[in-house]
């Protein structure tokens, strides 16, 4: 093993530890519930409604508890039927939970409206909902290319994306920025063009979408990967992950529970090491079929990274190995095009964008009736036993040998077939 890759890995796991004992130090300084009292909120997410009233992500601004200043929360506002304003005071009751807050209110005990400018963001979206006539297009371009929660589409569609093991592709992640970046590089030439790239990521990142764990993860390798290229050096994309996520939980100690954190990280993980050592497989095949066969072995070690930590909640879906290679032929020139009317304020023809989000919804919902499920229930124990074994064998086998990588899943697999 590379001693620079030691050196990331150890201090990584030290990070780990020490949020753990900040997140335990916390909890003792945090009741688990803080009481009543007003707060100052910002809608961060898309409100949901049911039956009894709204549920929204908001950013806690102020208010009278301040051990929770900064922090984001989630807010159920019973007999709400929308937001009053992007900002307001409200009267909550707040609990704490796994250093998550959770506030519960009634539409009459909003006190104030805060008036502020609209967001960037909110223009693009009230932009994109003028330009784009089709609701269901709508709902998934609020959801890939705005982030928001994935509730915000119809719910046969949630299901389809859900049973076919595809909901990862709705998540903004280094797949949007990287084409942010590659877009707006061939701009201007050379350096100019690094540095025009820097601009626009940042950008998206900070004004356009919400910076949850993988937007955050994603951002961090992008910058520093083109900082050091414009030093002319080759970056390390391993190094850089672990980089990543040590300077993330330094900062948001509680990402340390996260699932979105760590689907995230573990299957960039499982990425970068599946295409480690592979020459070999490179050079004994035609260089046309290249491409396609590495779009397959990328997803069954991205799937493979993530297996584990979805089977301690959820169903996994091995066909999705095979589903997101199709699917990805229409999300590419989807995610393009919807990167330009970003960039471009919605300017452009908006039938490209309709045509193909109706595509990529009509695809997912037709293999969504060939799809399989796997009940392959784990304790976190065994999730982080696999995931580390599996990862360990990735960084050293070579070639086809890699595929040994999912051997250490074969028995919990087996356990639970019979």
């Given at each position: 093993?590379?001693?620079?890759?030691?050196?990331?890995?150890?201090?990584?796991?030290?990070?780990?530890?020490?949020?753990f004992?900040?997140?335990?130090?916390?909890?003792?300084?945090?009741?688990d519930?803080l009481?009543?009292?007003?707060?100052?909120?910002?809608?961060?997410?898309?409100?949901?409604?049911?039956?009894?009233g709204?549920?929204?992500?908001?950013?806690?601004?102020?208010?009278?508890?301040?051990e929770?200043?900064?922090?984001?929360?989630?807010?159920?506002?019973?007999g709400a039927?929308?937001?009053?304003?992007?900002?307001?005071?409200?009267?909550g009751?707040?609990?704490v939970?796994?250093?998550?807050?959770?506030?519960?209110?009634s539409w009459?005990d909003?006190k104030?409206?805060?008036?502020?400018?609209?967001s960037?963001?909110?223009k693009l979206?009230?932009?994109?909902?003028?330009?784009i006539k089709?609701?269901?297009v709508?709902?998934?371009?609020?959801?890939?290319?705005f982030?928001?929660?994935?509730?915000?589409?119809?719910f046969?569609?949630?299901?389809s994306?859900?049973?076919?093991?595809?909901?990862h592709l709705?998540v903004?992640s280094?797949f949007?920025?990287?084409l942010i970046?590659l877009?707006?590089?061939?701009?201007?030439?050379?350096?100019?063009?690094?540095?025009?790239?820097?601009?626009?990521?940042s950008?998206y990142?900070?004004?356009?979408?919400?910076?949850d764990?993988?937007?955050?993860?994603?951002?961090?390798?992008?910058?520093f990967?083109?900082l050091i290229?414009?030093?002319?050096?080759?970056?390390d994309?391993?190094?850089?992950?672990?980089?990543?996520?040590?300077?993330?939980?330094?900062?948001?100690?509680?990402y340390?529970?996260s699932y979105?954190?760590?689907?995230?990280?573990?299957?960039t993980?499982?990425?970068?090491?599946?295409?480690?050592n592979?020459?070999?497989?490179?050079?004994?095949?035609?260089?046309?079929?290249?491409?396609?066969?590495?779009?397959?072995w990328?997803?069954f070690?991205?799937?493979?990274?993530?297996?584990?930590?979805?089977?301690?909640?959820?169903?996994t879906?091995?066909?999705?190995v095979?589903?997101?290679?199709?699917?990805?032929?229409?999300?590419v020139?989807?995610?393009?095009?919807?990167?330009?009317?970003?960039?471009?304020?919605?300017?452009?023809?908006?039938?490209?964008?309709?045509?193909?989000?109706?595509?990529?919804?009509?695809?997912?919902s037709?293999?969504s009736?060939?799809?399989?499920?796997v009940?392959?229930?784990?304790?976190?124990?065994?999730?982080?036993l696999?995931?580390?074994?599996?990862a360990?064998?990735l960084?050293?086998?070579?070639?086809?040998w890699?595929?040994?990588?999912?051997?250490s899943?074969?028995?919990?697999?087996?356990r639970?077939?019979?």
């Open positions: 093993m590379k001693g620079r890759h030691v050196k990331h890995v150890l201090l990584f796991f030290l990070v780990l530890l020490v949020s004992l900040r997140i335990e130090k916390d909890r003792e300084y945090l009741p519930d009481g009543s009292g007003s707060l100052m909120v910002s809608v961060e997410g898309v409100p949901q409604e049911d039956e009894r709204l549920k929204v992500k908001v950013k806690l601004l102020g208010g009278d508890m301040p929770v200043y900064g922090k984001v929360g989630y807010l159920t506002l019973f039927g929308d937001v009053p304003s992007r900002n307001f005071e409200v009267f009751h707040v609990k939970h796994n250093g998550k807050v959770f506030i519960s209110s009459k909003i104030r409206i805060i008036l502020v400018g609209e960037l963001r909110d979206i009230k932009r994109m909902e003028e330009k089709d609701t269901e709508k709902a998934l371009l609020l959801s890939y290319l982030g928001a929660a994935q509730n915000v589409m119809p046969e569609y949630q299901a994306f859900w049973r076919t093991g595809l909901l709705l903004v280094g949007h920025l990287t970046a877009i707006l590089k061939h701009l201007l030439p050379g350096r100019y063009g690094f540095f025009l790239a820097l601009l626009g990521i950008w990142a900070f004004f356009v979408v919400p910076m764990p993988p937007v955050l993860r994603a951002y961090l390798m992008l910058l990967a083109i290229k414009l030093l002319d050096r080759r970056p994309y391993l190094s850089l992950l672990f980089f990543s996520g040590y300077v993330i939980l330094s900062l948001y100690p509680e340390l529970t979105s954190f760590w689907l995230s990280f573990s299957a993980l499982y990425l970068i090491l599946s295409g480690m592979t020459n070999g497989i490179k050079n004994s095949m035609p260089e046309r079929f290249y491409p396609i066969f590495i779009s397959f990328s997803t070690f991205a799937f493979l990274g993530t297996a584990s930590i979805v089977s301690t909640f959820s169903l879906t091995p066909a999705s095979l589903f997101t290679p199709i699917v990805g032929l229409l999300f020139p989807f995610t393009a095009y919807g990167i330009l009317e970003v960039l471009t304020f919605f300017s452009l023809p908006s039938f490209p964008l309709e045509w193909l989000g109706k595509a990529i919804l009509s695809s997912v037709l293999l009736y060939v799809s399989l499920t009940n392959t229930p784990l304790s976190v124990e065994e999730a982080v696999i995931t580390l074994l599996s360990f064998m960084y050293f086998l070579k070639n086809w890699k595929l040994l990588a999912g051997v899943f074969m028995p919990f697999l087996l639970s077939l019979l």
